[in-house]
């Protein structure tokens, strides 16, 4: 009895953890929609913003520059990381966590100083658990990201910039490819322009421009706004990333704790059946003594 006793309770505590996973899922699917459309409606406008600076900086000529477009040899770099501030997203912010680490190691190997910025709990906890603690941590940020927290965010690395304070600065992120697929990946943000593998590519001809204001004002406007616009694309398609990782992963947990409850349920149907058919022989055998 105290067997089937055991069966019942794990029985009780796998549906209550079916119905908490389920109930997870479906705040995450719901999530997912809000935060994927908005990651959609903001990447070709990053995209198409860095695609007209490009050109224009090409267009200019020799004498168009802006400070946070100089380029100089990079001895301090500033890793922005970002991950969700909760768990339960499966190899989400692990997967995230080890890109930054990846990048860094290029970087030390490099001759550089590496110094990162943690925008999300977990990947605060995990730096800090591989002896590479993060300078600064920033959360809530990642459920719903606002243009307002990456603005903050890029005008202080823009102010270290222009004072020298550091070279070179990159945000490692999760690009948002579909509901099935997350990949890591990293942004060159200061200085502007850097390349990197994401980076659009100009298209049409960059010459023959007429210019009102001149170049170099109207790139005084838009680099900046890059900037900000970069960042705050990279945290949307972050925040969508995870809503979909932690779908899958609650999914999958919901699935898990169905094929438990199923053999769970299986062993207590045959325990409780052997218990009855052992007490049907028990009886018919006191039966047949008495007769």
Known sequence: MANLRDLR???????????????????????LKKAQDAAAASRPYADALRELVAKLSAAGGDDVGHPLMAKRAAKKVVILVCTSDRGLAGAFNANLVNKAIERADEHIAAGRTVEFVALGKKAASTLAFNGTPAAATHTKIMDAP?????????????????????????????????????????LALLPAGASDASAPKAKGPTKDFQ??????????QLIPQMVKTALFSALLQTSAAEHAARRVAMKNATDAASDMLKALNTAYNRGRQGKITQEIAEIVGAVEAMA
């Open 9 to 31: 309770r794990r029985r009780t505590s796998v549906a209550n953890t079916k119905k908490i996973t389920r109930t997870m899922e479906l705040v995450a699917s719901a999530k």
């Open 146 to 186: 606002k243009y307002a927290q990456a603005q903050k965010l890029a005008d202080a690395l823009i102010e270290r910039f222009l004072a020298s304070g550091v070279d070179l600065v990159e945000v490692v992120y999760a690009r948002f490819i579909s509901a099935a697929r997350q990949v890591p990946d990293h």
């Open 211 to 220: 210019f009102h204001p001149n170049a170099g004002e109207l790139l005084a």
